[in-house]
């Protein structure tokens, strides 16, 4: 943290002190946090089994195709430049808007082999017009201060190790042995994407013919990956998407948060609180009771990180229209603000399905209190909240056509069934104190890291900015709260991108009012390490498996940790009223101390699932949904990827993850994942008709299909594979000999063209 040293620095809180000062960094020292920042990503890919020759053609699609194109409509449409890395930043995210349109034009046309060219669009004219030409070389940048930058280098150093942990070095590209596992989604995301490789409009892979109505937009960007970039949609989507999305965002974050405050400083903290920092609990699993922020969703779920890199942009552009804070020396956008934010929200439409609902929240709650406070019409807001609305319906109608996916109204019920009681009803005084303990246990464990949006509040008067970020800090928790169904976690998420913002933002104040010397600060970082590490250790060598009995049980070690770490800050708070009576220069600091701790409180959160993740792959702790994906039969689909057509449809005798008929868990994507090929019926658990039911087990909603299916590989005739042929377009049957009795007739009826001794692939002619 930095905090101005001299009263000359406060008042202007947002200009790096080397530009007050006349002194700036030379060109190696300001380009040596980025250039570390980028051989830690390089060298953690690389020990993850990640090509070179991967390596270089995804950065050369990221910077020549999203970042590239990106960055020059940014540059043309804010009006003043403000810093380098804030050009490239918020470029890439309207560059992944641009892919989209793109994507778009060229699988409409047909097109796919010439994607490559769509950045000619923007390149071309912001070569051949003189007034665009200017944007290639900019002038005027203010120096990004070297503490800001290596900070955020740290973040983007620790959260690829995370990463490394937890998703690259535990999923090889593809399975080694015939016991490899692998996330039960990670095939699905995998069929998403190979999906949007092929075909428009999308369809669900694993039920040919059955439309998909889902947040598709993230599948999209590894889909361009791969087409562009001439990079196996494996290697994108279990190497390269996910940690270079992860770095945007982080970057985005620091960036953001500099913007909308005019501290630099605010950025710093937005993204430790972010991607450094986890939730309170105290457990060796990967317990989690409330859903996470970031832990584990960012890696099974790569529309969520996909998603935060333009909700963190949206932030910045809307936080300009709502209206900026007093005395923000960052330069101001311009009227351009509204074509991003128009961009943005079109991309965040389909990127998340929690991000406009929250984003809507947000500006309708500025736009409240705005109105009430300031007795005028916020113009700004309406027409930002014109915008998103337009963006709402355009996702409800098109892309999700009005499926809810299991939300439904359901004040409490995500989390009131902690509080029900094992048998005999609790007196009226017990449930009452059971009831709060809950909602203690859900602000500890989700909404500690902003705790710093406290102190904000503590002004006389927010700035309609500091308004926006309250109302999705808000929002986000009051829908979870509100709506039913384990899916409602994702507002919290799309909530907190807001809060995190705002949280930082008080600290950032409160520093500042502290006053601290640039030695206080020193002693501040090196005690929050220091307890940090501490308590990452207790955690890992103290805390216990997540223990049960009662419904509230899971809610017992957040409850046990907060209490003994509460113990600990009284000691600590009374230690130090001691001696600040003879230590002058802790006077005026022991609230700053004492946010600090409660934000350090959650250091053990991204650690700790590190460490449970690797005992869960390992087979130690399953904790996990991790069925086995054999080699066989990736090899199998591989080949059929190769030797069959983009329009060919399979069937396949593989629909389940374990039991069968009545107690099928229909998770089973692995041909239409690695194969880059619909399936007329594989598994149907994840199809948005299906997502509304409580259960894995769910029977096919077409059993004369499913029938005439399975004949095909345990009774097949000429009639049956006519049928699937003629009228289900059916090309290929791939059949695993594990999974039920292959009839030898098939051979006779079909011809085999691919045979492992586990799977063997025949062809309809």
Same mark, same amino acid.
């Given at each position: 943290?930095?905090?101005?040293a001299?009263?000359?620095?406060?008042?202007?809180?947002?200009?790096?002190?080397?530009?007050?000062?006349?002194?700036?960094?030379?060109?190696?020292?300001?380009?040596?946090?980025?250039a570390?920042?980028?051989?830690v990503?390089?060298?953690?890919?690389?020990?993850?089994?990640?090509?070179?020759?991967?390596?270089?053609?995804y950065?050369?699609?990221?910077?020549?195709t999203?970042?590239?194109?990106?960055?020059?409509?940014?540059?043309?449409?804010?009006?003043?430049?403000?810093?380098?890395?804030?050009?490239?930043?918020?470029?890439?995210?309207?560059?992944?808007?641009?892919?989209?349109?793109?994507?778009?034009?060229f699988?409409?046309?047909?097109?796919?082999?010439?994607?490559?060219?769509?950045?000619?669009?923007?390149?071309?004219?912001?070569?051949?017009v003189?007034?665009?030409?200017?944007?290639?070389?900019?002038?005027?940048?203010?120096?990004?201060?070297?503490?800001?930058?290596?900070?955020?280098?740290?973040?983007?150093?620790?959260?690829?190790?995370?990463?490394?942990?937890?998703?690259?070095?535990?999923?090889?590209?593809?399975?080694?042995?015939?016991?490899t596992?692998?996330?039960v989604d990670?095939?699905?995301?995998l069929?998403?994407?190979?999906?949007?490789?092929?075909?428009?409009?999308?369809?669900?892979?694993?039920?040919?013919?059955?439309?998909?109505?889902y947040?598709?937009?993230?599948?999209?960007?590894?889909?361009?990956?791969?087409?562009?970039?001439h990079i196996?949609?494996?290697v994108?989507?279990?190497?390269?998407?996910?940690?270079?999305?992860?770095?945007?965002?982080i970057?985005?974050?620091?960036?953001?948060?500099?913007?909308?405050?005019g501290?630099?400083?605010?950025g710093?903290?937005?993204?430790?609180?972010?991607?450094?920092?986890?939730?309170?609990?105290?457990?060796?699993?990967?317990?989690?009771?409330?859903?996470?922020?970031?832990?584990?969703?960012v890696?099974?779920?790569?529309?969520?990180?996909?998603?935060?890199?333009?909700l963190?942009?949206?932030?910045?552009v809307?936080?300009?229209?709502?209206?900026?804070?007093d005395?923000?020396?960052?330069?101001?956008?311009?009227?351009?603000?509204y074509?991003?934010?128009?961009?943005?929200?079109?991309?965040?439409?389909?990127a998340?399905?929690?991000?406009?609902?929250?984003?809507?929240?947000?500006?309708?709650?500025?736009? @409240?209190v *705005?109105?009430?406070?300031? !007795?005028r /019409?916020?113009?700004g807001?309406v #027409? $930002?909240? +014109?915008? =998103?609305? &337009? %963006?709402q319906?355009?996702?409800?109608?098109?892309?999700?056509?009005?499926?809810?996916y299991?939300?439904s109204?359901?004040?409490?019920?995500?989390?009131?069934?902690?509080?029900?009681?094992?048998?005999?009803?609790?007196?009226?005084?017990?449930?009452?104190?059971?009831?709060?303990?809950?909602?203690?246990?859900?602000?500890?464990?989700?909404?500690?890291?902003?705790?710093?949006?406290?102190?904000?509040?503590?002004r006389?008067?927010?700035?309609?900015?500091?308004?926006l970020?309250?109302?999705?800090?808000?929002?986000?928790?009051a829908l979870?709260?509100?709506?039913?169904?384990?899916?409602?976690?994702?507002?919290?998420?799309a909530?907190?991108?807001f809060?995190?913002?705002?949280?930082?933002?008080?600290?950032?104040?409160?520093?500042?009012? @502290?006053? *601290?010397?640039?030695?206080? !600060?020193? /002693?501040?970082g090196?005690t929050? #390490? $220091?307890v +940090?590490? =501490?308590? &990452? %250790?207790?955690?890992l060598?103290?805390?216990?498996?997540?223990?049960?009995?009662?419904?509230?049980?899971?809610?017992?070690?957040?409850?046990?940790?907060?209490?003994?770490?509460?113990?600990?800050?009284l000691?600590?708070?009374?230690?130090?009223?001691?001696?600040?009576h003879?230590?002058?220069?802790?006077?005026?600091?022991?609230v700053?101390?004492?946010?600090?701790?409660?934000f350090?409180?959650?250091?053990?959160g991204?650690?700790?699932?590190?460490?449970?993740?690797?005992?869960?792959?390992?087979?130690?702790?399953?904790?996990?949904?991790?069925?086995?994906?054999p080699?066989?039969?990736?090899?199998?689909?591989?080949?059929?990827?190769?030797?069959?057509?983009?329009?060919?449809?399979?069937a396949?005798?593989?629909?389940?993850?374990?039991? @069968?008929?009545?107690?099928?868990?229909? !998770?089973?994507?692995?041909?239409?994942?690695? #194969?880059?090929?619909?399936?007329?019926?594989?598994?149907?658990?994840?199809?948005?008709?299906?997502?509304?039911?409580?259960?894995?087990v769910?029977?096919?909603?077409?059993?004369?299909?499913?029938?005439l299916?399975?004949?095909?590989?345990?009774?097949?005739?000429?009639?049956?594979?006519g049928?699937?042929?003629?009228?289900?377009?059916?090309?290929?049957?791939?059949?695993?000999?594990?999974?039920?009795?292959?009839?030898?007739?098939?051979?006779t009826?079909?011809?085999p063209?691919?045979d492992?001794?586990?799977?063997?692939?025949?062809?309809?002619?």
């Amino acid at each position: 943290m930095s905090a101005p040293a001299t009263p000359e620095l406060a008042e202007r809180p947002g200009v790096p002190p080397a530009r007050l000062s006349g002194r700036s960094p030379s060109l190696p020292a300001r380009w040596a946090p980025f250039a570390a920042g980028l051989a830690v990503t390089v060298a953690i890919l690389l020990y993850a089994d990640t090509g070179v020759v991967d390596l270089a053609r995804y950065a050369g699609y990221a910077v020549l195709t999203v970042a590239l194109p990106g960055t020059l409509l940014y540059r043309a449409l804010r009006r003043t430049p403000h810093t380098f890395v804030e050009d490239v930043a918020m470029g890439t995210a309207l560059g992944l808007t641009l892919e989209l349109a793109a994507w778009a034009v060229f699988s409409a046309l047909d097109l796919r082999a010439a994607a490559w060219l769509w950045p000619l669009a923007v390149v071309v004219p912001f070569l051949a017009v003189p007034r665009l030409r200017q944007h290639w070389r900019v002038r005027g940048y203010a120096p990004t201060p070297l503490g800001w930058s290596w900070s955020v280098a740290g973040v983007v150093a620790f959260f690829t190790w995370y990463l490394s942990q937890v998703f690259l070095l535990r999923n090889p590209i593809l399975p080694t042995s015939e016991t490899t596992r692998q996330y039960v989604d990670l095939p699905y995301q995998l069929s998403l994407a190979g999906e949007a490789k092929h075909h428009l409009p999308l369809g669900l892979p694993q039920v040919a013919g059955e439309p998909l109505y889902y947040h598709w937009f993230g599948y999209v960007h590894m889909a361009m990956t791969s087409l562009v970039g001439h990079i196996d949609l494996p290697v994108v989507a279990l190497r390269l998407a996910v940690p270079a999305l992860s770095v945007a965002a982080i970057v985005l974050s620091a960036v953001v948060g500099w913007r909308v405050s005019g501290r630099p400083y605010v950025g710093v903290i937005t993204a430790v609180l972010f991607w450094v920092v986890g939730e309170v609990n105290f457990t060796t699993s990967m317990s989690q009771p409330f859903g996470t922020q970031v832990t584990l969703v960012v890696w099974h779920g790569m529309s969520m990180i996909y998603s935060w890199v333009l909700l963190i942009a949206l932030i910045g552009v809307l936080g300009e229209i709502v209206g900026r804070a007093d005395g923000n020396p960052v330069p101001a956008l311009g009227r351009g603000a509204y074509v991003m934010a128009a961009l943005l929200l079109v991309a965040s439409s389909g990127a998340k399905a929690s991000s406009l609902p929250v984003t809507v929240a947000a500006l309708a709650f500025a736009g @409240a209190v *705005l109105l009430v406070t300031r !007795r005028r /019409i916020p113009w700004g807001v309406v #027409a $930002a909240g +014109a915008l =998103a609305g &337009v %963006a709402q319906l355009f996702a409800m109608a098109v892309l999700f056509n009005f499926q809810t996916y299991g939300l439904s109204l359901a004040p409490l019920g995500n989390i009131k069934w902690f509080w029900y009681p094992m048998g005999e009803p609790r007196p009226a005084w017990k449930q009452l104190l059971v009831e709060g303990g809950v909602f203690a246990a859900f602000l500890i464990n989700m909404q500690a890291r902003v705790a710093g949006v406290a102190v904000v509040l503590a002004r006389r008067r927010l700035a309609p900015v500091q308004w926006l970020l309250l109302g999705g800090a808000l929002a986000g928790p009051a829908l979870y709260l509100t709506l039913g169904s384990i899916n409602a976690q994702y507002f919290t998420r799309a909530g907190f991108t807001f809060g995190v913002i705002l949280s930082a933002w008080g600290y950032v104040l409160l520093a500042e009012r @502290a006053g *601290l010397s640039a030695r206080g !600060r020193a /002693i501040l970082g090196a005690t929050a #390490a $220091a307890v +940090a590490v =501490a308590l &990452v %250790a207790a955690q890992l060598r103290y805390a216990g498996p997540t223990p049960t009995g009662r419904f509230y049980s899971p809610l017992v070690p957040i409850a046990t940790w907060s209490l003994a770490l509460a113990a600990a800050g009284l000691v600590a708070t009374v230690g130090w009223l001691v001696l600040r009576h003879w230590v002058r220069p802790l006077r005026g600091k022991g609230v700053l101390v004492a946010l600090t701790m409660v934000f350090v409180a959650g250091a053990p959160g991204l650690v700790v699932d590190a460490y449970a993740t690797g005992r869960a792959v390992n087979g130690d702790a399953q904790v996990l949904p991790l069925p086995e994906l054999p080699r066989s039969r990736v090899d199998a689909a591989r080949w059929v990827r190769g030797h069959s057509g983009t329009g060919d449809t399979l069937a396949t005798n593989v629909h389940c993850l374990e039991g @069968a008929g009545d107690t099928c868990d229909s !998770r089973s994507f692995w041909l239409s994942a690695y #194969a880059e090929r619909e399936v007329l019926v594989e598994g149907w658990r994840f199809a948005p008709r299906m997502a509304a039911s409580p259960t894995l087990v769910v029977p096919f909603w077409d059993q004369p299909l499913l029938a005439l299916n399975d004949a095909a590989f345990t009774a097949p005739t000429p009639e049956v594979l006519g049928r699937l042929r003629d009228e289900h377009h059916v090309r290929w049957l791939v059949a695993d000999r594990r999974v039920g009795t292959v009839s030898p007739l098939l051979g006779t009826l079909a011809t085999p063209r691919y045979d492992n001794g586990r799977v063997a692939v025949f062809e309809l002619r």
